[in-house]
């Protein structure tokens, strides 16, 4: 069955309408999130960068009574360490350059609604200890200020890191852990729930398309989009969408055209760039010669002298070497490495005991 936009059906916010899919680790999810959002304990969401983990903050926040207060979200990772704490806590005036005025926090902001703090894994130790103070106390003391202020903020949190081998590595505190991880789920990657694909594939089109702009997704592009081993989940299959919808709105996207779509080159050499004019039924501009990077140019052939190439020794070597340098970009983690190379964990484990590469246990 193809896939094409549909007028949007009336939809409350709730775990049906924010989490989209009908696998059974969604349907897990989804039950988890009802049982726990009119709770007021406190939940940790894990998961790879995109899989969703704040629509499932969202959902939490829907579900819960604090619904009608505010839901605010903070990502850690994405604000100066020295910045962090005012963001969080507020500011008196004059209390650092630049504080012409009394700002609140988020704390504040969220008082007695939902506090989503995104990648917690990356928050400074310092912060930690005063995050810890805040949650044991249910208090905060904005920047310069002196009085504490009483705060009713429920905390969802979420992380793509491994925060077991961050406690192990004394980069994330223990105790905070466990004020913070009452509840923990997890959100399982799109290549473990193909089944979701074409069910998020007309959640999007409802989102970006309009019916001027539809596009339509045959059967055999619906097969290739599930097939494909989504190292940037989610949000990976949503940029597939908006670009099928940018060029050829108004048509039938088969298999041929996602091929084209799930080039992540961030320039085209000649041929592809006609490819997708030709695809998309129109036009191609006048091609440009300047326009092909030099980078597109074909490697210099190899020597082979008077003697033969092991070839097989040659592709294990470069294989051998994009592994452990993957390893060394993850900090170790398999995980976050196999997502790199777009292998699934246990295939990348395999290859690692082949080169010599795996620990005793890994991650």
Known sequence: MSVAWSPPVGEGACADSLIVGVSPGIAELKYLIRQVAP??????VTGPSGCGKEMVARAIHAESRRAAKSYVALNCGAIPRDLLESELFGHEKGSFTGALAQRRG?????????????????????????????????????VGGRGEIAIDSRIVSATHRNLDDAIGQQNFRED??????????EVLPLCER?????????????????????????????????????????????????RAVILYAGQTVGAEQIELLFSRRPRMNRAERDAIWQASGMVSPIADAAFIPAASAKPAPLSLKD?????????????????ADALKSAKGVVADAARMLSLQRTTLIEKMRKYGLAKDDPS
């Not at 400074?124 to 044991?136: F, G, I, N, S, Y």
Request: aromatic share 6%; no cysteine.
């Open 39 to 44: 709770t007021s304990a406190s939940v940790i």
């Open 307 to 323: 003697e033969p190439i092991d070839l097989r020794a040659v592709v294990a070597d470069l294989e051998r070497q994009h592994i």
């Open 194 to 242: 193909r089944e979701d694909v074409p069910l998020l594939v007309r959640h999007f089109l409802r989102q970006i398309a309009d019916t001027k702009q539809t596009v339509r997704f045959t059967p055999d592009a619906i097969e290739k989009l599930a097939a494909h081993p989504w190292p940037g989940n989610v949000r990976e299959l949503r940029n597939i969408v908006e």
């Open 176 to 185: 905070l852990y466990y004020r913070l991880a009452v509840f923990p789920l």
């Open 106 to 142: 988020r704390f504040e902001e969220a008082d007695g609604g939902t506090l989503f703090l995104d990648e917690i894994g990356d928050m400074p130790a310092d912060m930690q200890v005063k995050l810890l103070r805040v949650l044991e106390g249910k208090s905060i003391q904005r």
